[in-house]
């Protein structure tokens, strides 16, 4: 019974399922309220009403030709402009609550930037892209769009 008991391989057996059982139950997925999901999927009236116009306020031949608007996304997201651009760029990420997420660079001369999106709530976000001499794109994703309850849309 002692030699049994003692049994080395059966011991490290039972930690490596101890271990796993603790790495599945540590990536639970998060849940929302109803309320949360509204709130973080709802649309910023003005911000659409720009979007539906399509107008751009900016240069004459740049343009930002990814991401297209509305699309989800849920590890990254690239934006890429169709010239380099003509000077350094800042990438603003608003979430629906109009609060800044992220600020970003395009640096003069390039054409693309890549953002890390796993640190992102679900949820409807707007970019926004602009220099000194840029006046503004405007543009939106989702994150998540499974969980968008139908009363947003």
């Known amino acids: 019974i002692e030699g049994v ?3 080395k391989a ?22 929302y309220s ?12 003005d911000y659409e009403e720009e979007l539906i116009a399509g107008v751009t306020r900016s240069a004459d031949k740049l343009r930002v030709v990814n991401p297209g608007n509305g699309k989800n996304f849920d590890v990254e997201i690239k934006f890429l402009l169709n010239i380099g651009a003509p000077e ?12 800044t997420v992220g600020e970003y660079y395009i640096n003069e001369g390039s054409k ?17 892209i602009f220099g000194d001499s840029i006046d503004l794109f405007l543009g939106s994703f989702f994150i998540r769009i499974d969980l968008m309850p139908d009363v947003v849309l």
């Open 88 to 99: 350094n760029l800042t990438v603003c990420i608003e979430n629906s609550n109009e609060d």
């Open 5 to 7: 008991l003692s049994n």
């Open 34 to 45: 109803l309320s949360e999901l509204i709130d973080m999927f709802k649309v910023v009236p």
């Open 112 to 128: 693309e930037l890549s953002v890390k999106l796993t640190d992102f709530l679900p949820g409807r976000y707007y970019w926004k």
């Open 10 to 31: 059966l011991k490290e057996f039972e930690q490596n399922l101890l271990e796993i059982e603790k790495k599945i139950y540590s990536k639970k997925e998060s849940t």
